[in-house]
């Protein structure tokens, strides 16, 4: 009696080797790689952030006891005046901030684009200010916010005769806050230029030359084409500086302490001094709470709206 | 012998993977120990001291831990320094961790991250009580040294708000020292027609807008109201309806005179000092610790001097601030916390008491023979025999007192608020519990 014999078909794929399995109860190399960056980054971010998340529900002074408090913080923030202002303030900037830093990054990087010979220093010179620390930045821009008029801006307002244009740029309340924004704008407007000349530099030469061909000027040019081809450039651009700008702290706190009076106060600087200057460390990891979620939150509605644009494009 | 088969694995000896596994492994462990030793804190040597002073006492200490090491105490130190803010949030951080180094930078009295009331509160403080020095307390100060009647803060001496001005200024505009709130208002008046600012005002720098409210509320307040902070705690008085207004009112006398520099809210420290020093200015209300700095920033550094600001009708009814200086104290758990009091009580020593005020401008405890005041604070020490004095601000009960402060004062710099509303505002927030 034969055995029947199966046949393979031609058209049944090679059988492969059999898969060396790993067995899963062994660490890898990689993770023994990954281990001591996991290591240092679970002790300084991750184990903080989860104890601030039990902090924020407590009355801790940072020293000695501390016993749980409900939504006592919550409630308090809720009816906290200065942190109310200060999330005015912080929105406030965001929006100053996202607008015009990526709307000057985007001019700066149309400008280094185009075939000029010295575009090259430009660009360097453009994202310079990016390396620079951002507390010396704030000291920097108090010497250029010297309400002396013969100092800093003021003295060049001056000598260009633009004397009566002359202010106290960090001194006057309803003037400090657009203030820092000017100077958190020209520190980070270089960073824009990058991504948004990436961008750029992405778009094929073919596509400009067919819209051109078309009949398209400039202006139509980057209407039609540049810009909907630069929306994940965009998308990157509008998440970090919105990230950046409800986070902003190093500049304020330099540059005026959250003064004069609370009209620079961020939310971030309030729960500094909630902390450190206060003492009140529960009240103030709420305050970080809140900010994480809302920066959180902003961020998903922000890049869901993004890209979707990206999409249509 | 090691061959490499098709899969990239080796068929003997040791595989890439086990290779790759015991470096990842080395890495591993290499990491742990340098984040354990990161963790660390204090110093653990009982021959060896850990010190974290501020930056402005660095001078003092670095001479007298150095007289103490020499003098065969067997002891060494390790010291740093760094400016008030950072100091206060990094020793309230090491407190709260265990990690504390065992003598640290300590403010008198209550009402800031790293005052004395706050840190002996939490029983992280050791008893001083029983030092010879301590004696040398004055009466109206202990509260700034003591919780529960044990002292805990030692301090060198005292500082004081006082009137710093370049005498150069005064003599070509042809002005005397006033020693009256009228004199003050005439001497402001001579200067500013002068073509000099009369007082420069760094109010961007927070903690400069306090001192013309203090320098004021000394006699406005305290020379009537000794016990003005008791009755504060008690609740029996409030800052809208004491003395505090018209010491306000009076700082806005001047803002509206046009006394001050154009836009002292977006004026800094620095540029006050460098006004006052290069003449621009002829006087700023300051603390004496920094005559020094007015000293560097002047032409001739006898050019500056300094006078209690006169803050009251007559002579004889001004008070001026005074108040313990930044000092230390030692950790309560710290494992050398004998060594760490037997060096405080060296520093309780007279002379050592002397050199530390020598080096800060500042009036010891105790004078003797042998106490070298700074000139410029002479005209402070009748004022200061006569218990003419006031240490405002050393018993707010919680720290947010003095921020409020601040930013009430440049608010109503920049006429944002009113007084009222200022204090109101202050009221408030002295009776959030700290």
Redesign the interface.
């Known amino acids: 009696m034969s055995t029947p014999v199966l046949e393979a078909s031609p058209t049944a794929p090679p059988e492969r080797p059999a898969r060396?399995r790993r067995p899963r109860n062994r660490?890898?190399?990689?993770?023994?790689?990954v281990?001591?960056a996991l290591?240092?980054y679970g002790?300084i971010v991750l184990y903080p952030s989860a104890s601030g998340l039990l902090y924020a529900f407590t009355d801790w002074?940072?020293?000695?006891d501390w016993s749980f408090v409900g939504l006592r913080n919550f409630d308090s923030l809720l009816h906290d005046d200065r942190a109310l202002g200060a999330l005015r303030n912080t929105l406030l900037l965001t929006v100053a901030i996202v607008v015009v830093q990526n709307g000057v990054g985007l001019l700066l990087a149309l400008g280094v684009h185009a075939r000029i010979k010295s575009r090259m220093l430009l660009r360097a010179v453009f994202f310079a200010p990016v390396v620079v620390s951002p507390v010396m930045v704030a000291f920097l821009w108090?010497y250029v916010?010297?309400?002396?008029?013969n100092a800093g801006l003021n003295g060049l307002l001056g000598a260009v005769g633009l004397g009566s244009l002359r202010q106290?740029?960090?001194?006057?309340?309803s003037l400090a806050l657009w203030s820092v924004a000017a100077m958190v704008v020209w520190q980070h407007a270089g960073y824009s230029m990058v991504i948004f000349l990436a961008g750029l530099e992405g778009i094929g030469k073919d596509v400009q030359e067919a819209a051109t061909i078309d009949g398209a000027g400039p202006v139509k040019r980057f209407r039609y084409v540049t810009w909907p081809l630069l929306a994940p450039a965009t998308t990157i651009n509008v998440m970090l500086s919105t990230i950046g700008g409800l986070k902003l702290f190093d500049q304020v706190f330099a540059a005026?302490?959250g003064?004069?009076?609370?009209a620079t106060e961020t939310l971030s600087t309030v729960l500094y001094?909630e902390a450190?200057?206060?003492?009140r460390?529960g009240y103030s990891t709420a305050v970080a709470l809140v900010l994480a979620l809302f920066v959180a939150a902003v961020s998903l509605v922000q890049i869901r709206y993004l890209r979707a644009r990206e999409d249509q494009t | 012998m090691t061959a490499i088969d098709g899969?990239g694995f080796m068929t003997g000896g040791v595989s890439r993977?086990q290779f790759?596994?015991i470096?990842?492994?080395l890495?591993?462990g290499?990491?742990?120990p340098g984040?354990l030793s990161a963790?660390g804190g204090g110093s653990g040597d009982s021959d060896s001291l850990s010190l974290v002073g501020v930056a402005d006492e660095k001078a003092p200490l670095d001479l007298l831990t150095k007289a103490y090491t020499d003098s065969g105490s067997g002891i060494t130190f390790k010291t740093s320094y760094a400016p008030t803010?950072q100091v206060?949030?990094s020793l309230?951080?090491q407190?709260?961790g265990g990690n504390a180094p065992d003598i640290h930078a300590l403010y008198p009295g209550s009402g800031s991250?790293m005052s004395t009331t706050?840190?002996a509160k939490?029983?992280?403080l050791a008893d001083l009580s029983g030092q010879a020095w301590t004696s040398a307390i004055p009466a109206n100060l202990k509260s700034s040294f003591q919780y529960e009647d044990k002292v805990y803060l030692f301090s060198s001496g005292l500082t004081v708000i006082g009137t710093i001005y370049n005498k150069s200024v005064f003599a070509a505009a042809g002005v005397q020292i006033p020693k009256t709130w009228s004199e003050l208002i005439a001497a402001c008046e001579k200067l500013k027609q002068a073509g000099k600012v009369p007082l420069a005002l760094g109010?961007?720098t927070?903690w400069v807008t306090q001192l013309i409210t203090y320098a004021l509320v000394a006699s406005h307040v305290y020379r009537d109201t000794p016990d003005f902070d008791d009755q504060m705690i008690a609740g029996k008085a409030t800052f809208a309806g004491s003395g505090w207004k018209q010491s306000m009112a009076l700082y806005m006398e001047l803002r509206d005179r046009g006394f001050f520099n154009?836009?002292?809210?977006?004026?800094?420290l620095e540029?006050q000092t460098a006004m006052v020093g290069t003449g621009q200015a002829a006087m700023a209300v300051q603390v004496a610790p920094l005559l020094p700095a007015f000293r560097d920033a002047a032409t001739s550094s006898g050019d500056i001097d300094m006078f209690p600001f006169p803050s009251a009708d007559t002579a004889e009814q001004v008070y001026t601030w005074s108040g313990a200086n930044v000092g230390i104290g030692v950790h309560a758990k710290s494992k050398n916390k004998d060594a760490a009091l037997k060096f405080v009580e060296f520093l309780g020593q007279q002379e050592n008491i002397n050199t530390w005020c020598e080096a800060v401008a500042a009036i010891p405890l105790k004078r003797d023979a042998s106490s070298k005041v700074d000139p410029a604070l002479q005209s402070f020490l009748p004022l200061i025999d006569a218990g003419r004095v006031a240490p405002v601000g050393q018993r707010w009960p919680?720290?947010?007192v003095q921020?409020t402060h601040?930013?009430?004062i440049?608010?109503l710099?920049?006429k944002?608020?009113t007084i009222d509303d200022g204090l109101k505002k202050m009221d408030e927030v002295y009776r959030k519990s700290?």
């Open positions: 060396r660490l890898g190399p990689p993770w023994l790689f281990a001591p290591l240092c002790a002074s940072g020293l000695g108090k916010y010297n309400p002396e008029p106290d740029w960090l001194g006057d309340p005026t302490g003064g004069p009076g609370y001094k450190f200057v206060f003492g460390y | 899969s993977a790759l596994r470096l990842g492994g890495a591993a290499a990491a742990v984040l963790c803010d206060q949030t309230r951080a407190l709260g991250a706050d840190i939490a029983g992280l109010a961007q927070q154009d836009n002292p809210n977006g004026t800094t540029q919680n720290p947010e921020p601040f930013t009430v440049q608010d710099l920049a944002k608020i700290s």
